[in-house]
């Protein structure tokens, strides 16, 4: 039993395990750009023979094979690894070739591994060519029974032809696919100019090329900047164009959305932005997707300017996104490291020379092994007699064709007894024909002794000599070798291009309007509404400026409150007896065909709350509050605008007080009476203006409160209605001018009863 301090003992065990999730699990490899699920996955397939252009095998059988030979963590991980691979939305060049229900765009699932089928595609094929010819090391599998590659051939780059994901222990990693034709072309750069300069590389790499498309809004600079650190972020917007029905109306049709962006929750975003009225321009939307992507927004007018109701929609859903860029990759396998564009490439290129000096070698080998046989033929070919002597009357035929001097002419046997045996070999030493070469002449059939095979075992003998010179001299000058990568790269290029349907780029670029300061405002039909609210609080907007006085219908036990004209695209302020305001949109009212809704649906106003004010926003005004305390206090009509359901606290309330009168602060006086019939006037100037707070004491009560508040001109005198309902002017007011925050005098008389002064 060994002891040890626990922080000790739990940091060894952490970083083993955080050494063992960088390094098999999130980071790929810089060489073949390949996780270890995904190369044991093609590798096995490969095993399975299960070639672009054989049959499919079902994916269960795939999965589980992978599973017991190479990747013992569990079939259902191992199926999703594949299905994403198979994916064209996903892998911009994909790896896997599916047949059957592998999962789509809207963010469905694959079916089962038992109904689906599967098989390399010729771009799985072009990473794993030279398997078989030592080009790359192996490693026992996870039981020792079998041996894996340790990483891939790879053909071409496809760490950035298809991108990765993941994240280990205290680091993460996230690259975009790209243009495989782009990417070919910034390799020959390197090829020539080994010194590129980043500059150099992102002009023939302008950016991503991302299998669903959308456009690239980023700047140029900063796409440079991410491609030189390695770390950086793309925006990247969906794809659309406005489509003309005719008779000056129109609609929108997205044809292209951002990467990894499910489709049928971008769907249900916009159907949430239309039943919110949070883009009031917008009337509908609808999926008209089979094949191709076909999202239609319909505009609720005609005179709706498409790019701001765009630029709207990308600001609140998610037809943008930015996708961000962190190369952190292995490097050699081994080191995690955030790579450069051109740090990633160099990688690449410098493992395609190590595999091509491997199979050069192993070809080398082959070729060697032949010419010794061949060599063993042609003595053969030139003694063939004695050859045949030996076999058929010697005891050991091997070790005779060994121990034999075949330059010494001999007489052909008549018989057993003419035969003269050769002489004994001597102990560790080898005669002219080796091992091997007696193997393979034992080996040889009948058939072959014809003549016209020795010519050809001549002609083959030439050209593996030519073939072996030009292997050496390709080992020997680096430079043959670089060209020889060229020359492959090309051959991908021509493949997997941009003249082929897969190859050709599918995102593009564009410059990013400007669209955080579109005003909500400018995007709506302006028309004119009568805004009614009853007193329970149930709000509608009727289309037209209805008369004020015109007879209105409420539900049972409800009744009129506040109504007044207004526009769609009018700002109307709720002012809450909490202290709150709120603000509605007037296109974003319910229509007047019914009752209308309930305000308390529309914004967080507390059911104990009542509505203290109701008005149209105009900018530039100035407000006078007043709580049933008899506190009160003038704010900018700007600073009552709120930006959320929750509403915006402009007074702060105390106990049982609460916001009494809201209205705008007009003429040079305040008037204000209480619940004891007691009125007061003092100049408005007395007032401080604030942001928000509890505000100055406007009038002094033994008991009771506040009952009511107004501003005038007192020039033009105070005026009430009285309690016949005709408006009465006061101008000699001596009497019950004042000291603000003084109790003031008895009201005039005819002063309406519930002390009110409208």
Known sequence: MVSEPLSRAIGERYLTYALSTIMHRALPDARDGLKPVHRRILFAMRELRLSSTGGFRKSAKISGDVMGNYHPHGDAAIYDAMARLAQDFNVRYPLVDGQGNFGNIDGD???????TEARLTAAAEALMEGLAENAVDFRPNYDGTLEEPVVMPAAFPNLLANGSSGIAVGMATNIPPHNLHELIDACHLLLKSPQASDEELVALVPGPDFPTGGVIVEPRETILDAYRTGRGAFRLRAKWEVEDLGRGTWQIVVTQIPYQVQKSK???????????????ALADVRDESAEDVRIVLEPRARTVDPEMLMGMLFRSSDLEIRFPLNMNVLIDGKVPKVCSLKEILRAFLDHRRDVLQRRS??????????????????????????????IRYDDDPKRALMAETWGTPHKRATSEKDYVPPPALPADTEGELSEAQAEAILNMRLRSLRRLEEFELKREHDELLKERADLADLLERPNRQWKRIAEELAAIQTQF??????????????????????????MIEREPITVICSKMGWIRAMKGHQPLDAEVKFKDGDEGRHILHAETTDRIVIAGSNGRFY????????????????VRLMVDLPNEAEIAALFVWRGGEKLILASSAGDGFLVASDEVLAQTRAGKVVMNLSGDARLLVCKPAQGDHVAVVGENRKVLVFPL??????????????????????????????????????????????????????ARASAGRMAPRGFPRENRFT
């Open 109 to 115: 699932n694959p079916a089962a591994s038992r109904y």
């Open 266 to 280: 971008l769907i249900e975003r916009l159907a949430e932005l239309i039943q919110t009225k949070k883009i009031p």
């Open 361 to 390: 070698q192993h070809r080398l080998d082959k070729i060697d092994a032949r010419l010794e046989i061949l060599e063993g033929f042609l003595i053969a070919y030139l003694n063939l007699d004695r050859v045949i002597d030996i």
């Open 497 to 522: 291009g941009k003249g082929t349907a897969l190859g050709a780029r599918r995102s593009t670029f564009a410059e990013a309007g400007v669209v955080e300061d579109v005003p909500v405002e400018a």
């Open 583 to 598: 603000t509605l949109l007037g296109a974003n009212l319910p229509g007047g065909r019914g009752m209308g809704e309930p």
């Open 685 to 738: 100037a007395d007032l401080p203006e604030m942001a928000r707070g509890k505000g100055v004491r406007l009038q002094k009560y033994k008991d009771g409160s506040l009952s009511d508040l107004t501003t005038f001109s007192l020039a033009q005198g105070l005026s009430w209605k009285d309690p016949a309902g005709r408006t009465r002017t006061e101008t000699e007011l001596g009497e019950w001018l004042g």
